[in-house]
C-alpha cells in the first residue's frame, strides 16, 4: 500500500507504548518534544534522543507535529525575531538528525475546540462533540468576553442563554476547564495545568489580538515563513500548516486556514515545495460549506500530511466526531483523490513524494475506557480506524492499478 502508517505518540508519559506501536504494524511515529517550553529552540541531542528511542522499536520518526508557534510570532510583537530566529535553529537541527516534515498551525489562542469531551455515540462509544449554543454560553456567560455579543445572532444568544441557566456550577466550570485547560494542555497550549486563575490568563491573551484581524495575522503568517521557509529548504524539511479547528472564527479571534480559499491564499504566499499543508479531513469537515474531495484535489500538490477522520451534524449546531468512515465526509471519494496523488507523485519520481497518513482522533471503545489516554486519542479506537482507511485504501489501490 503506498501511504505510510503512522501514529501520533505523546512521548514516554503515553499510555500507547512504542512496543505497542511495532505489534500494530505502525511504520511512522508522529511525536514532538513536548518537554522543550514553547519558543526554545529544539536541541539537536534531545532530538536524537527521542529519534534513537524511536528506532530502537523498529519504528521511525517520520513527522514532528508540532514544532508550536509561538504566540509572540502570531501577534508580531517585539519578541518575534528572537522566536523566528529559534524556529530556524530548530528546522536546521531536524533537518541534520534526518527528521524531513514538521506540521505546525496559526490558530491564535487556542487549538482545536470541543464543548463535550465524553459524547455518548450512537454504537455507545465516546467521542468529543462541539455545540455551538454551549460555546456561545462559555464565550458570553462564563468567560464574559468584552464585546462577544457583537459576534453572536439574537437566536444563538437566546440559545446560548437557556444552556447556561440549565447548566449546574460544576458544569460551568468544566465546559471552562475542558475548553481553556484540559484539551490545550498535552499539545503545549499556552495554559497550563497547574494555573487556578487560568480564565484571567486566558482573557489576557486574547485580548492581545484586539487589533488583529484576519489580514493582519495573514500578514504575520507571510512574515513568518518568509523568515523560515529558507532555513527549511537548507534542511530539508518539509512544513505542513494545519488547518484550523473548527475552520472559523472564534472567541474574537482571526482564523485563517478554514476553507479552500483561505488555503490557496495561503499555499501561494510563498512558491517553495517546502511549504505545504497538512490535510486534516476532521478539521475541514467541521465546516458544512466545505467540499473535502474538491479541495483534496485542488491542493493535491501541495498536501505533505494526511490527517483522516470523519465527523457527523446532528443539527444546524452540533457535529460530533463518529469515526474514521462512518460520518458526513465521502470517505471513499477523498481516499480515491488522496491515492491518485500518491501514485502520480510516485510514477512521477518526486523527491519527497511520501504522503504518511495517520488516523486522527478516534471513538473510546471496549478496552479504551481502562487506559488513560489524552482526549480524542483512545488506543482501539484509533487502531480501529487505522484498519478501515487501510482496508478502504488497499481495495481502491486495487482498482486504480488493476
Same mark, same amino acid.
Given at each position: 500500500?503506498?501511504?505510510?502508517?503512522?501514529?501520533?505518540? $505523546?512521548? &514516554?508519559?503515553?499510555?500507547?507504548?512504542?512496543?505497542?506501536?511495532?505489534?500494530?504494524?505502525?511504520?511512522?511515529?508522529?511525536?514532538?518534544?513536548?518537554?522543550? &517550553?514553547?519558543?526554545?529552540?529544539?536541541?539537536?541531542?534531545?532530538?536524537?534522543?527521542?529519534?534513537?528511542?524511536?528506532?530502537?522499536?523498529?519504528?521511525?520518526?517520520?513527522?514532528?507535529?508540532?514544532?508550536?508557534?509561538?504566540?509572540?510570532?502570531?501577534?508580531?510583537?517585539?519578541?518575534?525575531?528572537?522566536?523566528?530566529?529559534?524556529?530556524?535553529?530548530?528546522?536546521?537541527?531536524?533537518?541534520?538528525?534526518?527528521?524531513?516534515?514538521?506540521?505546525?498551525?496559526?490558530?491564535?489562542?487556542?487549538?482545536?475546540?470541543?464543548?463535550?469531551?465524553?459524547?455518548?455515540?450512537?454504537?455507545?462509544?465516546?467521542?468529543?462533540?462541539?455545540?455551538?449554543?454551549? $460555546?456561545?454560553?462559555?464565550?458570553?456567560?462564563?468567560?464574559?468576553?468584552?464585546?462577544?455579543?457583537?459576534?453572536?445572532? &439574537?437566536?444563538?444568544?437566546?440559545?446560548?442563554?437557556?444552556?447556561?441557566?440549565?447548566?449546574?456550577?460544576?458544569?460551568?466550570?468544566?465546559?471552562?476547564?475542558?475548553?481553556?485547560?484540559?484539551? /490545550?494542555?498535552?499539545?503545549?497550549?499556552?495554559?497550563?495545568?497547574?494555573?487556578?486563575?487560568?480564565?484571567?490568563?486566558?482573557?489576557?491573551?486574547?485580548?492581545?489580538?484586539?487589533?488583529?484581524?484576519?489580514?493582519?495575522?495573514?500578514?504575520?503568517?507571510?512574515?513568518?515563513?518568509?523568515?523560515?521557509?529558507?532555513?527549511?529548504?537548507? !534542511?530539508?524539511?518539509?512544513?505542513?500548516?494545519?488547518?484550523?479547528?473548527?475552520?472559523?472564527?472564534?472567541?474574537?479571534?482571526?482564523?485563517?486556514?478554514?476553507?479552500?480559499?483561505?488555503?490557496?491564499?495561503?499555499?501561494?504566499?510563498?512558491?517553495?515545495?517546502?511549504?505545504?499543508?497538512?490535510?486534516?479531513?476532521?478539521?475541514?469537515?467541521?465546516?458544512?460549506?466545505?467540499?473535502?474531495?474538491?479541495?483534496?484535489?485542488?491542493? !493535491?500538490?501541495?498536501?505533505?500530511?494526511?490527517?483522516?477522520?470523519?465527523?457527523?451534524?446532528?443539527?444546524?449546531?452540533?457535529?460530533?466526531?463518529?469515526?474514521?468512515?462512518?460520518?458526513?465526509?465521502?470517505?471513499? !471519494?477523498?481516499?480515491?483523490?488522496?491515492?491518485?496523488?500518491?501514485?502520480?507523485?510516485?510514477?512521477?519520481?518526486?523527491?519527497?513524494?511520501?504522503?504518511?497518513?495517520? &488516523?486522527?482522533? =478516534?471513538?473510546?471503545?471496549?478496552?479504551?475506557? /481502562?487506559?488513560?489516554?489524552?482526549? =480524542?486519542?483512545?488506543?482501539?479506537?484509533?487502531?480501529?480506524?487505522?484498519?478501515?482507511?487501510?482496508?478502504?485504501?488497499?481495495?481502491?489501490?486495487?482498482?486504480?492499478?488493476?
Amino acid at each position: 500500500m503506498s501511504f505510510e502508517k503512522t501514529w501520533r505518540w $505523546f512521548g &514516554p508519559s503515553d499510555a500507547v507504548t512504542l512496543r505497542d506501536l511495532r505489534q500494530m504494524g505502525i511504520q511512522g511515529v508522529v511525536t514532538a518534544l513536548h518537554h522543550i &517550553p514553547n519558543g526554545e529552540e529544539w536541541p539537536a541531542e534531545e532530538i536524537l534522543r527521542t529519534k534513537k528511542e524511536i528506532e530502537s522499536y523498529g519504528l521511525r520518526w517520520s513527522v514532528v507535529e508540532s514544532l508550536p508557534v509561538s504566540e509572540g510570532i502570531k501577534t508580531g510583537d517585539l519578541s518575534r525575531d528572537q522566536l523566528v530566529e529559534n524556529y530556524r535553529l530548530s528546522l536546521r537541527n531536524l533537518g541534520a538528525c534526518g527528521i524531513d516534515t514538521v506540521v505546525y498551525n496559526f490558530m491564535p489562542v487556542l487549538d482545536w475546540i470541543r464543548t463535550d469531551l465524553h459524547f455518548t455515540t450512537p454504537s455507545g462509544g465516546e467521542s468529543m462533540l462541539f455545540h455551538y449554543p454551549t $460555546f456561545a454560553a462559555f464565550d458570553l456567560f462564563i468567560l464574559k468576553r468584552e464585546g462577544a455579543a457583537a459576534d453572536y445572532s &439574537p437566536e444563538m444568544i437566546n440559545k446560548a442563554e437557556k444552556v447556561f441557566r440549565e447548566m449546574t456550577p460544576e458544569a460551568r466550570e468544566t465546559l471552562a476547564r475542558n475548553i481553556i485547560v484540559v484539551s /490545550q494542555g498535552f499539545i503545549d497550549g499556552v495554559i497550563k495545568g497547574g494555573d487556578s486563575d487560568y480564565i484571567p490568563l486566558f482573557l489576557n491573551y486574547l485580548r492581545k489580538y484586539d487589533a488583529i484581524g484576519p489580514k493582519e495575522l495573514l500578514m504575520n503568517l507571510a512574515y513568518f515563513l518568509n523568515a523560515v521557509i529558507p532555513a527549511a529548504e537548507e !534542511a530539508g524539511v518539509r512544513l505542513a500548516i494545519h488547518p484550523d479547528d473548527p475552520p472559523y472564527p472564534v472567541l474574537g479571534l482571526p482564523r485563517i486556514v478554514g476553507n479552500i480559499e483561505d488555503i490557496t491564499a495561503i499555499m501561494n504566499l510563498h512558491p517553495s515545495p517546502n511549504h505545504g499543508f497538512t490535510f486534516c479531513a476532521g478539521s475541514l469537515s467541521a465546516s458544512k460549506g466545505n467540499d473535502l474531495p474538491a479541495m483534496a484535489r485542488a491542493l !493535491a500538490p501541495r498536501i505533505r500530511f494526511l490527517h483522516l477522520r470523519n465527523t457527523r451534524w446532528l443539527d444546524e449546531d452540533t457535529f460530533y466526531e463518529s469515526g474514521h468512515l462512518d460520518g458526513d465526509t465521502d470517505m471513499v !471519494a477523498l481516499m480515491k483523490v488522496l491515492l491518485g496523488e500518491q501514485h502520480r507523485r510516485i510514477r512521477a519520481g518526486e523527491p519527497g513524494s511520501r504522503m504518511p497518513l495517520r &488516523p486522527d482522533h =478516534g471513538v473510546r471503545i471496549l478496552t479504551d475506557f /481502562q487506559l488513560a489516554t489524552n482526549p =480524542g486519542y483512545p488506543l482501539v479506537g484509533r487502531l480501529k480506524g487505522l484498519a478501515e482507511l487501510s482496508g478502504l485504501e488497499y481495495a481502491i489501490e486495487r482498482e486504480l492499478t488493476g
